[in-house]
């Protein structure tokens, strides 16, 4: 589709990854992505309220996605900041 935005990543099978902002906007997009390109994706955000949300939204549109919130890992990456060797910054993959 002409304009289309949509984002297309090769097969995350296997792999974790933690993405920090993950509750709205392009952290949630990014999330969904990976999600539904086979990676576990663990949500980091400042609200619980929309980390829950963010958790539906992703269960309801990629069947079986493995797919959780976890707040200690935000405040954990925004004490320490991770290496991104290999990685897209802001989005630290995990094995
Ligand atoms: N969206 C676009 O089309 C677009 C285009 C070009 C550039 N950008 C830039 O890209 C960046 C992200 O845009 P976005 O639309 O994805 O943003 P967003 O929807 O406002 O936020 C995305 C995520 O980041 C979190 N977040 C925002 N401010 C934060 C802060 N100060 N500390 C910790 N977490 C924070 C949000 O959490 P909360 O829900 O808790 O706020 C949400 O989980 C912005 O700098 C924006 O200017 C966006």
Do not use: F
Not at 6 to 29: F, K, N, P
Not at 69 to 83: D, T, V
């Amino acid at each position: 589709m002409a304009g289309s935005t949509r984002l297309e990543i090769s097969s995350q099978l296997g792999r974790t990854a933690a993405i920090t902002g993950a509750t709205g906007g392009l952290g949630y997009e990014t999330a969904l992505a990976l999600a539904k390109a086979g990676s576990e994706v663990i949500l980091t955000g400042r609200d619980d309220r929309k980390g829950r949300s963010a958790i539906e939204k992703i269960s309801r549109e990629v069947a079986g996605a493995k797919v959780s919130y976890n707040l200690s890992i935000w405040r954990a990456l925004h004490r320490s900041p991770p290496s991104h060797s290999g990685c897209t910054p802001g989005i630290p993959l995990i094995s």
